[in-house]
């Protein structure tokens, strides 16, 4: 039998080839996603972001803001301004208005979750009983302070549903502090408004639960691909993940009510 035995010199060429290819495909493979998202979902995407990153191979890079608001640091003002972007998650009604002016994609948009507005109060207060209206609208009367957020639920409890509980007045008398469940956890003020989700992963505060129902805000917080995202693909591999069973019981743990996948 005849054997051919390879030079040495072109065995080590080989070999340094095959790893040189090696470097070239893993990559390759990987996408760095950058995630714009606003309160409501950011407890539970915090929790799945690692798990996502470990099995996709994929970067991460998450960047919290308003859903909504005159400030130029909401979401929907920074894809104005073209920051980099490829995922947003923020409420409903922002992601329509961004894919009427072409800064997101219209087919890719799918509610995630449904959220509801909460009431919280500081650490140590009696817990309140805010289970009607007019039991709502005796504890806000009698509170010195009122906290709410600067977005989504901040403006309506501001514009709406003090107006629906018609103490509008009263209410802008008091002291209001933007900063929603964070002002209260820090003294800023005695009790207020913000996502359930957001004040239940707030330690230094006590949930007392959502307002009542007929004075309920109900938010769907919707995902949508960047119009000018460098990595759709691994964009939607990053929905379909927020969709399967395992985020979303980690999500039904925050506080939010999944929605089930379009087909």
Aim: cysteine-free; aromatic content about 4%.
């Amino acid at each position: 039998m005849i054997t051919h035995v390879l030079p040495r010199r072109f065995v080590v060429l080989f070999a340094a080839a095959l790893l040189i290819g090696t470097r070239f495909v893993s990559p390759a493979s990987a996408a760095e996603i950058t995630v714009m998202l606003s309160g409501a979902i950011t407890p539970a995407f915090n929790i799945l972001k690692g798990d996502f990153e470990k099995k996709s191979g994929h970067k991460v890079i998450a960047i919290g803001g308003g859903s909504m608001g005159t400030s130029p640091n909401t979401i929907p003002n920074r894809l104005r301004r073209g920051e980099a972007n490829d995922l947003i998650i923020i409420a409903r009604p922002s992601v329509e208005e961004l894919a009427k002016e072409g800064l997101v994609v219209p087919a890719s948009m799918q509610d995630l979750v449904i959220s509801k507005i909460g009431f919280a109060v500081r650490k140590g207060l009696p817990v309140p009983d805010i289970s009607t209206p007019e039991k709502l609208k005796a504890v806000l009367l009698k509170t010195d302070s009122i906290a709410y957020s600067s977005s989504a639920s901040g403006l309506y409890v501001k514009n709406e549903l003090f107006k629906k509980l018609g103490i509008e007045k009263e209410m802008a008398a008091k002291k209001n502090a933007e900063g929603g469940g964070g002002s209260i956890a820090k003294g800023e003020a005695d009790m207020g408004f913000q996502q359930v989700s957001e004040l239940k992963a707030i330690k230094e505060i006590t949930l007392v639960g959502p307002i009542p129902e007929s004075l309920q805000l109900i938010t769907p917080w919707t995902m949508a691909v960047s119009s000018k995202s460098k990595s759709p693909d691994a964009a939607k591999e990053l929905m379909a993940f927020l969709f399967s069973p395992e985020a979303t019981k980690v999500i039904a743990e925050t506080g939010l009510e999944p929605v089930k996948a379009k087909n």
